[in-house]
């Protein structure tokens, strides 16, 4: 069983800067791939970062140099830091972990980017 729990999320202006958190625990494999996807209303969920075991990253072409990923393999947290933040980042922020053929989700922390 694996649990992660996603922290930081709130209301900003645009232009501003927020850091998401996401503490993971459970049964931990040591080749796995951290996430953050995002959910806006009346849209469907969509990946925004990834990041393997070995650091490798993938972000989706609407957040690229304006939000960086990141982990701490040792204390199991995955972060995103979201710079120059604009009201169409507005969603909410899902953190992911996939493992052995099994992809495990957060609870979800709303982000509101207001104009």
């Known amino acids: 069983q694996v649990q992660l729990v996603e922290s930081g999320g709130g209301l900003v202006q645009a232009g501003g800067s927020l850091r998401l958190s996401c503490a993971v625990s459970g049964t931990i494999f040591s080749v796995n791939v951290m996430g953050w996807y995002r959910q806006a209303p009346g849209n469907q969920r969509e990946l925004v970062a990834t990041i393997t075991t070995g650091s490798h990253t993938y972000y989706v072409d609407s957040v690229k140099g304006r939000f960086t990923i990141s982990r701490d393999n040792a204390k199991n947290m995955v972060y995103l830091q979201m710079n120059s933040l604009k009201p169409e980042d507005t969603a909410v922020y899902y953190c992911?972990?996939?493992?052995?053929?099994?992809?495990?989700w957060g609870q979800g922390t709303q982000v509101t980017v207001s104009s």
């Open positions: 992911n972990i996939q493992q052995r053929g099994r992809s495990y």
